[in-house]
Nanobody
Framework: QVQLVESGGGLVQAGGSLRLACAAS????????MAWFRQARGKEREFVAG????????MYADSVKGRFTISRDNGKNAVYLQMNNLKFEDTAVYYC?????????????????WGQGTQVTVSS
């Protein structure tokens, strides 16, 4: 199983930007579809964005389309989430996740490796 460590969270004003990073180790990175999920207090974990092993295909939640961009650098075993025009409702703990294989999905249950999470707080 791949191990994942997120970084880059913090406090930002509405309209601002943050870039999250996730470092992977322990297995061949290109064996994995990567994704970002988030969980706000009192809510279920939800899909944010995903990317296939070579970056050839991406998927986004409707709520972040046009504002967030997922990317990966296979040479660095890393995946990123660039978040622009942040809104108060983007406040959550953001989790990096990995799914072995080639199929990109939004389903939480399909991902079996998770980071510890990083807090993103957007002030209104």
């Amino acid at each position: 199983q791949v191990q994942l460590v997120e970084s880059g969270g913090g406090l930002v004003q509405a309209g601002g930007s943050l870039r999250l990073a996730c470092a992977a180790s322990g297995d061949i990175f290109t064996n994995y579809v990567m994704a970002w999920f988030r969980q706000a207090r009192g809510k279920e974990r939800e899909f944010v964005a995903g990317i296939t092993w070579n970056g050839g295909s991406t998927m986004y939640a409707d709520s972040v389309k046009g504002r967030f961009t997922i990317s990966r650098d296979n040479g660095k075993n890393a995946v990123y989430l660039q978040m622009n025009n942040l809104k108060f409702e983007d406040t959550a703990v953001y989790y990096c996740s990995a799914r072995r294989g080639t199929i990109l999905t939004k389903e939480v249950s399909r991902f079996n490796s998770w980071g510890q999470g990083t807090q993103v707080t957007v002030s209104s």
